[in-house]
């Protein structure tokens, strides 16, 4: 099963780095849209709101990972959307992983995050 | 007085440094490097001439700088590396995007290993001259297959 995939960091080598690891690492992505800060993901959630996997950084411009979480809750975006945050530190999201990372980490984290989702569904 | 960490004071200190751009290095920037030995001043680095830098400032609990300096051919080979990309297609502008990434996590990693319970704030990394801020016998040198880093962790003070 391929995931659709929004990748929210204000580095754009790191936007492409943690792109090209999860297809290095085997993780099916299916759609892939990048974000730059809170503000620009939530734009983009509106406008595609099937995304399966929200990865974001915490320290950003504008809006950061945090503020994002708060927003997507208080919006009900999470329900709507069927949407997963990983964050990379985590209050309360559904997983979190720390820089340095490797892509083979990335991937389980992913895979449990999502593993745990869909045994929730059935 | 402010607090001063220099690499070279203590052994333990620069063991941790040693490991964790080692760990950074390999994880994600999939590169190799060894501890160079160095008395030299940073300015007596001629491969310093054409290297990329960053710069990134810490507070919180602690409060200071970490600079990296990487001379243009090892920048070149991790920023391709980092990015998937052939050397050829790697501009300078990935190198200093790549180099500034690298400083960021470099710094996070290491004050995560030297202060595991501190909560701290890094700048947004900024671009820097080459040999400013490395001065000082605290700075550190490694080789790699295609050539030189050097960085210098300061600490300014502690907020108890």
Redesign the interface.
């Known amino acids: 099963m391929a995931y659709s995939v929004l990748i929210v960091d204000?580095?754009?080598?790191?936007r492409?780095?943690i792109r090209?690891v999860m297809t290095?690492s085997g993780f099916e992505v299916g759609e892939c849209l990048e974000a730059s800060d809170g503000e620009e993901a939530l734009a983009r959630l509106r406008l595609h709101p099937q995304i399966d996997v929200i990865l974001t950084d915490i320290?950003m411009?504008k809006m950061n990972g945090e503020q994002l979480l708060e927003q997507l809750r208080s919006d009900g975006m999470l329900g709507a959307t069927k949407g997963r945050i990983l964050r990379m530190i985590s209050l309360g999201a559904d997983g979190y992983i720390?820089?340095?990372?490797?892509p083979e980490a990335l991937r389980e984290e992913l895979e449990r995050i999502l593993g745990e989702r869909n045994a929730g569904a059935a | 007085m402010p607090e001063q960490l220099e690499q070279s004071a203590s052994g333990e200190i620069s063991r941790i440094l040693d490991e964790a751009i080692a760990e950074v290095l390999a994880t994600m920037f999939f590169a190799d490097l060894e501890p160079a030995p160095c008395t030299h001043s940073p300015l007596e680095h001629s491969w310093m001439s054409s290297a990329v830098s960053a710069r990134v400032r810490f507070e919180g609990t602690h409060f200071g700088e970490a600079v990296l300096t990487i001379s243009r051919p090892a920048a070149e080979e991790i920023a391709s590396a980092f990015l998937g990309l052939d050397k050829e297609e790697t501009s300078e502008t990935d190198c200093a995007q790549v180099v500034l990434e690298l400083a960021n996590i470099l710094c996070g990693s290491v004050l995560s290993r030297l202060w595991p319970e501190s909560k701290l704030t890094l700048s947004a990394p900024v671009s820097d001259a080459m040999e400013r801020g490395l001065e000082g016998p605290g700075h550190r040198c490694f080789q790699m297959p295609e050539g030189n880093l050097a960085w210098r962790l300061s600490v300014e003070g502690a907020n108890r």
């Not at chain 1, 204000?10 to 790191?14: C, F, G, I, K, L």
């Not at chain 1, 720390?98 to 490797?102: A, D, E, L, N, V």
């Open positions: 204000d580095s754009a080598v790191m492409t780095f090209r290095l320290n411009p720390t820089k340095p990372f490797s």
